[in-house]
């Protein structure tokens, strides 16, 4: 059996909708992108729903799907996947929340929901936090990127059944947690703990004096959003038999490959922002097939320009992008089967994610190529893949790679 | 209401991927065939997944989905199929195992997994083990084609949860079957007394002697895998009111339609097997038409040429079905849905079923007839009944015959 490695290439938020501006185009139907269409134009090409048509898919249900999961069935929220992120191993109980530092007044009333959109000595205020003891919970806490943290509680008996403490809008009190049923109580309780003890410890810190010092506003506050379980997920290994591995800059993406049993991979200069080096991905990437017998790699940048409602500077993007797939061409090996395709739509002109299915193409030396020529929302649609489903993605790529397991006789 | 009859054609392992000495093209793509593509060009197209898209089926499976069953919920093995091919009337709670008639040596040790391919007097060994009792529990054993056979374990408290007894290689001793969990240890201890009694009632018979004597390996074990008890299938007369009959070579597809309620048609000269006569099983379906509202006809001929990795061979059969479809095609009645599809895709490249989708075309004389010009993977891919699943067929088959029934008001 001819065994295949695989290369799945998630451009986040990347398809769109017509925009007036570009023509009634859409940035991908705007944008240069030669080779990107060379994939298309010598693969098989379809329209990809996420979770379903019309389901508007947040990055992480739709990686849960693309990896073959059902998300309804094993989503718990965002909190363990930013936690497996930022590199604290989730047990099962823990419950892990995602949370901003924040600036309050002596009322606990919020001033600045992102401290300033803190960048230095979170590090520092996160490790005066981790390792809190509130009576039987144990608290776990990492600081994230600029001002974002994950907080995880341990301890028996709990539940992710409580409210926020993140009360979203600046002026507002923070809020306590107040359990959504009954098996919240013990956690609301914790976590109002951490709340009020997180103050207490903030608020006189050095890192804190010094910003106060500089007319910055002080990282004195924790606010907690987005409960969830640690999630129960077959690993990739034992599912599909595959040593997997992943790519991306974004700390909630490399939580979603650790919880589905990938390695991550650390690249410089992958930042997950609009500067992140393409490239490089692609060269680690390219080095992974070497190890690994399915590699993701999960690009950021589209999505941004989407929520920023940035046409132009998507079509910019898309054309770094297909940089990258032009280097991926020039040094891919005969034996990989290659698919490249998005987690979701975020339109320019909708600024948010949408239910808009996404474009799909898998290249390969004995896919069934169709007359699609270009890599784009509407010339996808006519390709022979059709329309398929997030979920369908990973046995469609496991039977182009020869890997699946025959069901029946 | 204009009530039609559905004739439902299978080309077992039909699909194909490119290939390279053929242009890339597959081999229904390269081959002169200009019955099935009129059949294309006058009616609907589309792929089919017969599970699930990239699902590898099974025969046995594919045909569950495609008769409308769901495989996940039905499927317990092809044991059960093929002992209804061989015309073992199975009840509830029998164990069926698919059988060889094997060598060993006096040690027990495999000598022979297919007692040299033995052709005669099977019928008479397998009468010499027909009606054994082991304790409680009683025996049917029937001969299949050349050294295969089928054994049934009737009687209470048993279960499918044991080992194979098929060493699967030579130069192994033959194994005690084993419970695979509690349940099955009845089913073990009758299917290790069944082993060493075929032993000794095989070992000193005349078939056995003769053999010897000619220098040709003696046919004095049976080896048993696959296990399954008997599926619970609604026959398709009651869940679709449809008088219905199958035609077909292979044991285990009679099997399938058996276990599904429908009628076998013997044809002379329906082998199975490249030499099949095709024109015979096509006017076979043609009179059975008269009678009946369904009529299934499997051919087998292609997937033996993808097994076997002959691509020439499975262009050259192509041509024969071609010439079945056109003696359809002359001789049909105004009043037939003819569906012309695959079980599963066995590419040549890969000798193995693939979870490639297979084309599917829907003919009937008031069909929303397509575009799609040839009956061809990536033609049918553009046709207006999209990408469908096996379980999809039956409800569109009915449909098209006006034979479905309203499901609200």
Redesign the interface.
């Known amino acids: 059996?001819?065994r295949r490695r695989i290369l799945l290439i998630i451009f986040d938020g990347l398809g769109d909708r017509p925009i007036t501006e570009l023509g009634h185009k859409t940035p991908l139907e705007a944008a240069p992108k030669p080779n990107l269409d060379w994939f298309a134009a010598n693969g098989t090409n379809g329209l990809l729903d996420p979770i379903a048509p019309g389901v508007t898919a947040g990055s992480d249900t739709s990686h849960l799907a693309l990896f073959g999961y059902d998300p309804v069935e094993t989503y718990t929220g965002r909190g363990p996947f930013e936690a497996a992120g930022v590199g604290l191993a989730l047990q099962k109980g823990d419950i892990a929340f995602r949370c901003n530092f924040a600036s309050v007044d002596e009322n606990l009333v919020l001033t600045d929901r992102r401290a300033g959109r803190i960048k230095e000595g979170t590090a520092e205020l996160a490790r005066a936090l981790d390792g809190m003891r509130l009576g039987r919970v144990r608290v776990l806490f990492r600081e994230g990127t600029e001002h974002r943290a994950v907080l995880v509680l341990r301890g028996k008996g709990l539940s992710a059944d409580v409210s926020d403490t993140d009360p979203h809008e600046e002026g507002q009190k923070i809020p306590d947690a107040k359990p959504t049923n009954g098996k919240g109580k013990n956690t609301a309780k914790a976590l109002n703990a951490f709340t009020r003890r997180a103050y207490e410890i903030l608020k006189d810190h050095p890192v804190n004096k010094a910003r106060t010092e500089k007319g910055l506003p002080p990282a004195n506050m924790v606010v907690c959003r987005g409960g969830g379980v640690a999630p129960d997920l077959e690993p990739v290994t034992e599912r599909y038999g595959l040593k997997a591995a992943g790519i991306a800059g974004v700390a909630l993406i490399k939580g979603m490959f650790r919880s589905a049993g990938m390695d991550v991979i650390e690249v410089k200069g992958a930042t997950g922002g609009l500067d992140t080096d393409m490239v490089a991905k692609a060269e680690a990437a390219l080095m992974a097939l070497t190890t690994y017998d399915l590699v993701v790699v999960n690009v950021k940048a589209a999505d941004l320009c989407g929520h920023d409602g940035h046409a132009s500077e998507k079509i910019k993007v898309i054309e770094r992008m297909d940089q990258m797939m032009g280097h991926l061409k020039a040094h891919l090996p005969q034996d990989v089967v290659v698919a490249i395709t998005a987690d979701h739509s975020t339109p320019c002109g909708l600024k948010d994610h949408s239910g808009d299915p996404v474009p799909l193409t898998v290249f390969g030396n004995?896919?069934?190529?169709?007359e699609v020529p270009h890599f784009d929302e509407r010339s996808v649609a006519?390709?022979?893949?059709?329309?398929?489903r997030g979920r369908?993605l990973?046995?469609?790529?496991?039977?182009?790679a020869?890997r699946?397991?025959?069901?029946?006789?």
């Open positions: 059996m001819d004995d896919v069934r190529v169709d006519r390709g022979s893949l059709g329309r398929l369908d990973m046995p469609v790529l496991l039977s182009q020869n699946t397991e025959k069901f029946g006789a």
